[in-house]
């Protein structure tokens, strides 16, 4: 009994140690400004001049926002664009190599630049377009979201208890 708790603080320790001299080696290479071996996505700017919300923020909370937006449009039948899909799609459109936007199916789209590092299936567009309707000009929403925001706020508190 005593050998097979020696062996697993032998272990842990042993990771510990591990998992800390990566962590140091990583934060040495990230201030030295040498290039880390570890991918990380690095999506295209929008075309728009900020986005609607903190990019840390949208970074965390799209979704949420998205299922938000959802709710209010399907079941309230409040249509707004603070945080439509549709306008994500236009401002964060990329274009390929005939100058139209990928759809979904190109690793090149948007969304696909971080869903597939995280490993995220992305269902939205099964049914939503996956780039802008060509002929039509972008609608970016208007930046006076206070309101939008307070919203969200009471969705994301109600989400989270």
Same mark, same amino acid.
């Given at each position: 009994?005593?050998?097979?708790?020696?062996? =697993?603080?032998?272990?842990?320790?042993?990771?510990?140690?591990?998992?800390?001299?990566? %962590?140091?080696?990583?934060?040495?290479?990230?201030? %030295?400004?040498?290039?880390? *071996?570890?991918?990380?996505?690095?999506p295209p700017k929008g075309k728009?001049?900020?986005?609607?919300?903190?990019? $840390? =923020?949208?970074?965390?909370? &799209?979704?949420?926002?998205?299922? &938000?937006?959802?709710?209010?449009?399907? &079941?309230? $039948?409040?249509?707004?664009?603070?945080?439509?899909?549709?306008?994500?799609?236009?401002?964060?459109?990329?274009?390929?190599?005939?100058?139209?936007?990928?759809t979904i199916k190109s690793p090149? &789209? =948007?969304? *696909?630049?971080?869903?597939?590092?995280?490993?995220?299936?992305?269902?939205?567009?099964?049914?939503?377009?996956?780039?802008?309707?060509? $002929?039509?000009?972008a609608q970016f929403p208007a930046?006076?979201?206070?309101?939008?925001? %307070? +919203?969200? +706020?009471?969705?994301?508190?109600?989400? *989270?208890?």
């Amino acid at each position: 009994m005593w050998a097979r708790l020696s062996h =697993f603080l032998v272990l842990a320790v042993f990771l510990a140690l591990a998992s800390f001299s990566l %962590s140091a080696a990583v934060a040495v290479a990230a201030e %030295s400004g040498q290039a880390s *071996r570890v991918f990380v996505p690095t999506p295209p700017k929008g075309k728009g001049d900020k986005c609607v919300a903190d990019t $840390g =923020f949208m970074r965390r909370n &799209h979704m949420t926002m998205l299922d &938000h937006q959802r709710d209010d449009t399907v &079941h309230e $039948g409040i249509r707004t664009k603070q945080f439509s899909l549709k306008a994500c799609i236009a401002c964060h459109a990329v274009d390929g190599p005939d100058a139209r936007p990928v759809t979904i199916k190109s690793p090149k &789209h =948007f969304c *696909r630049s971080c869903h597939d590092y995280a490993a995220v299936k992305i269902d939205c567009f099964e049914c939503h377009a996956s780039r802008p309707v060509p $002929g039509k000009a972008a609608q970016f929403p208007a930046s006076n979201g206070k309101k939008a925001l %307070s +919203a969200l +706020a009471g969705y994301l508190k109600g989400v *989270r208890q």
